[in-house]
């Protein structure tokens, strides 16, 4: 069984600092991909990032990276230069078995 | 990118009837498409997984005779709610994926059932 565990309900940010956002897993597949997801008020699921657990490179997208610790079975997301837009619901989740597995979510916050 | 659809955004229902929810791609076939669930505030619940032409393979505690599933072409896949109670009120998701696209989903703007 998968399992994806987001430590942080609650996070909040100044705008235009940088913010990290935790998130561990555990599965027993070899194969999977994990992903941090995005839901703003709108409840759109918007991809953030992904990364394929075989690269040991930590994913890029702009202002979004990761720190993938594949050992550990951890999978921060720090965004940097934290704009208003930012402001959202994020979920981590770990595709594998053909499913994916949601965390509880963090909700950040953007101070301006 | 991939576009997927659902319809109705909003539904409102009374308790014994039953609803269906359209789940689209747009611009791409959709070998697979997943059901999610959302309460408030709560996290995204896998209902089922349906493969074009067979039959869906619900997760565990999910009433298959209740959420009915189809997915009869690449690019529909349908939820019917049957006899619909308030409990049943919540934010359902459906997503797809296709041919090559691998653990790539891509999700819909999702319905809100209201069952009064």
């Known amino acids: 069984a998968q399992t994806v565990t987001q430590s942080q309900p609650e996070m909040s940010v100044q705008e235009a600092e940088t913010v990290t956002l935790s998130c561990t897993y555990d599965?027993?597949?070899?194969?999977?991909?994990l992903f941090w997801y995005k839901q703003p008020p709108s409840r759109q699921m918007i991809l953030v990032i992904r990364?394929?657990?075989?690269?040991?490179q930590n994913a890029t997208e702009n202002r979004f990276s990761v720190n993938f610790q594949k050992a550990a079975k951890s999978f921060s997301l720090k965004i940097s230069d934290s704009q208003l837009g930012d402001a959202a619901m994020y979920f981590c989740?770990?595709?594998?078995?053909?499913?994916?597995?949601f965390g509880t979510g963090t909700r950040l916050t953007i101070i301006p | 990118g991939a576009v997927v659809s659902q319809h109705p955004s909003w539904v409102i229902c009374k308790s014994g009837t039953s609803v269906k929810i359209e789940c689209r791609s747009l611009?791409?076939?959709?070998?697979?498409m997943f059901w999610y669930r959302q309460f408030p505030k709560q996290s995204l619940m896998l209902m089922a997984t349906?493969?074009?032409?067979?039959?869906?393979?619900?997760e565990q505690g999910v009433e298959k005779d209740k959420f009915l599933i189809n997915h009869a072409s690449l690019t529909l896949s349908t939820l019917t709610v049957t006899s619909a109670h308030p409990e049943d009120s919540s934010f359902y998701i459906c997503?797809?994926?296709?041919?090559?696209?691998?653990?790539?989903?891509?999700f819909g703007p999702g319905t809100r059932l209201t069952v009064t």
């Open positions: 611009d791409f076939q959709a070998t697979t």
């Open positions: 990364q394929e657990a075989y690269k040991q």
């Open positions: 349906s493969n074009e032409g067979s039959k869906a393979t619900y």
């Open positions: 989740a770990n595709f594998g078995n053909e499913k994916l597995t």
């Open positions: 599965t027993s597949e070899s194969d999977y991909y």
């Open positions: 997503s797809a994926s296709g041919r090559g696209q691998g653990a790539e989903q891509y």
